[in-house]
């Protein structure tokens, strides 16, 4: 997790995080989620012309930030989240695998989505609603430690179905590493 205002947080998680660990369907499904920085008006009008307006050669700036953890990290796989093919055509590019590529990362494409309105779109109940929009390739997750990597957590919807699903398959632990925490 980054630093967070003392006001997000409650013995020493995220209330977010904290929330969805009081939530017996969601207990101990992610392990944990660690975010490089706080998503502020700064980082939202970088990430904005990085995602929508194709600027690639913004991800260049997070790479040495996300080899370095990496380098320290315990996974056996790292799962960009997916986007639907639809939103893969949008934009031309997945931004969390381009940010693990420029890392000189090789991510694992084991999870396809189903198309659905943008998340940017969404209000957080809205978001918190969601049903699963994630499909497992065939691909043995069983006993493996896995890292999930997006580029902004929101509500953790998102990366708690993702791992929900990764766990029913019979990964042993999954967690996630996010860019940015809103």
Not at 145 to 170: K, S, V, W
């Amino acid at each position: 997790m980054t630093n967070l205002p003392s006001n997000l947080l409650k013995d020493d998680v995220c209330l977010d995080c904290y929330r969805w660990e009081r939530d017996p369907e969601w207990l101990g499904i992610l392990e944990h989620n660690h975010s490089f920085y706080h998503y502020n008006d700064f980082l939202k009008d970088y990430l904005a012309r990085y995602k929508y307006r194709g600027d690639y050669a913004l991800a260049q700036a997070f790479s040495q930030t996300i080899k370095t953890y990496l380098a320290e990290a315990e996974y056996d796989l790292i799962i960009p989240i997916p986007l639907s093919d639809e939103r893969l055509y949008e934009r031309g590019f997945n931004q969390s695998t381009a940010l693990l590529e420029e890392a000189e990362v090789r991510p694992s494409h084991i999870l396809t989505r189903w198309h659905s309105e943008k998340q940017s779109k969404k209000t957080r109940s809205e978001r918190l609603l969601q049903e699963q929009g994630f499909r497992l390739e065939e691909s043995d997750v069983k006993g493996k430690i896995i890292l999930l990597f997006d580029d902004i957590y929101t509500t953790g919807t998102t990366l708690r179905q993702a791992a929900n699903l990764l766990r029913d398959a019979g990964a042993d632990t999954v967690s996630s590493l996010t860019l940015a925490r809103g």
